[in-house]
């Protein structure tokens, strides 16, 4: 295995074309989606070919999660809390008012996505981070099967470094 791993973005695949064909080890597979974690070398080859730029080399290894800074992540949670206030608030309009609802859903999405942006570009929640570890540890302890097996191959794949 090299020091690269190829991930496939199901929502941009346009199926059946380039990185079938340029994969020097079979590792890409459009029956599944998915792409062979085995078999994958992390040459690049797929990701250069994909027109719909759908792959993604991310590393093995994650780099390690810088230290985190306490004025930072006070001021991440103040503009967080905003967010969370706004939709509350969205909510409460959306159950009155269902002329606007399609606006109204859209900002409340915005306002999630931009949640999950701020929290993670703040490296508060990189996958390699020891408090991402333990909130998957959280839902394992308290999931059903299914999901203790996907959250352990989850944990077993991305080693804590910070
Ligand atoms: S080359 Fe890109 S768009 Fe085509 S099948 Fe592969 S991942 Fe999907
Ligand atoms: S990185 Fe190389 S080995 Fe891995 S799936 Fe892409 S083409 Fe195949």
Redesign the pocket.
Known sequence: MGKNHAY???K?????????F?CPTGA?N?ETGQIDFEKCIGCGA?AA???????TMLPNKMPPAQPKNLTVISELFKIVNNKIEANRILKKLLKENKEDERVLKTLIHSNKVMIEDLIREAGYMLPQSKNTHEFLEKIKANGDETAKEIVQKLLDKIEINE
Do not use: F, Q, W
């Open positions: 496939r973005n199901l941009l695949c346009s199926k059946d074309c380039l990185c079938l340029v890409t459009n797929c070919a994909c027109p719909a730029r759908a792959i």
